[in-house]
């Protein structure tokens, strides 16, 4: 049962910072095709995120590095022909944008023009903040993303918590308010202490949307193959499981590929 406070018909850039004035927390999940996002769609989630996750889940690389803007783009497009009500958000791929703005904002609009998505992505504080200013010049909403960046993890070396010490911390607090000057309708904050993350929440008015950053944000973010449980060796302490499908499925596929060697399936009554 959906305990939206207001009924938003299409949820936009504006409808999110409307959410957070309103104490209303903003739901938001990945997806990569379209028939998934048509179920998360109509489920009533606020925002459909794109992920480079798709890296991982989708092509079963190890890191979200490898995934080009070419593949982004088919996946934001299947996405985008099954929405009537998200915001979809297309993430920035790792090498689509690092280089310099001009680069960072010919990439966004290749997102908006071939995919149709509404907004975009982008990892990192002060060394994006051109690169930013360019994109929302253009007119694109821009989704800033802090804490653990996954693009960056051969920098870390490590998926553990960051910010844990005083002057990363520092950096991050200062990162979400250039942020949000900056102009970014939200951001996401990734794998940093409850405690650090309630008071970036506070200290900007722009919904802050946290993945393994506790309770205390405007909103939470999952990876859907993770929360439906498609996947099942990912196991990080904020991970909800609402489902176990790798088991449902195995179970399912097991029994379909049993019918098909005893000739149980088809039955008469399945075929013509
Ligand atoms: O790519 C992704 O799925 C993400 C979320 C983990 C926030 O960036």
Redo the contacts with the bound molecule.
């Keep these: 049962m959906s305990v939206a406070k207001k009924d938003y018909k299409r949820v936009t850039v504006k409808s999110l910072v409307e959410m957070k004035q309103n104490n209303e927390k903003i739901s938001?999940l990945?997806a990569y095709d379209y028939t998934m996002a048509k179920i998360v769609d109509g489920a009533g989630v606020d925002v459909i995120?794109?992920?480079?996750?798709?890296?991982?889940?989708m092509a079963g690389h190890e890191t979200?590095l490898p995934i080009t803007l070419d593949q982004m783009i088919y996946h934001a497009s299947s996405v985008v022909r099954a929405i009537d009500r998200a915001l979809v958000v297309v993430?920035l791929p790792f090498g689509s944008y690092q280089s310099d703005p001009k680069e960072a904002l010919r990439s966004a609009i290749r997102i908006m023009k071939e995919s149709g998505g509404h907004a975009v992505?982008m990892?990192g504080g002060k060394e994006v903040k051109e690169s930013i200013k360019r994109i929302l010049n253009a007119g694109i909403p821009v989704m800033g993303?802090l804490g653990l960046t996954?693009q960056s993890i051969y920098k870390f070396g490590t998926y553990t918590v960051r910010a844990k010490e005083e002057q990363e911390a520092q950096q991050l607090k200062e990162d979400a308010i250039m942020l949000e000057k900056a102009g970014c309708f939200g951001i996401?904050l990734?794998k940093i202490p409850a405690k650090l993350a309630e008071e970036v929440a506070k200290s900007v008015s722009i919904p802050v949307?946290g993945?393994g950053a506790g309770g205390d944000v405007d909103g939470q973010?999952?990876?859907l193959h993770d929360m439906i449980g498609m996947t099942h060796e990912f196991n990080p302490r904020f991970l909800r499981r609402y489902m176990n499908l790798y088991e449902e499925m195995t179970t399912a596929i097991g029994q379909y590929v049993d019918d098909v060697k005893t000739q149980d399936f088809p039955s008469d009554k399945e075929q013509y």
């Design positions: 938001m990945t995120l794109v992920g480079d996750s798709a890296s991982n889940v979200t993430d992505k990892e993303h996954p996401v990734e949307i993945i973010v999952l990876v």
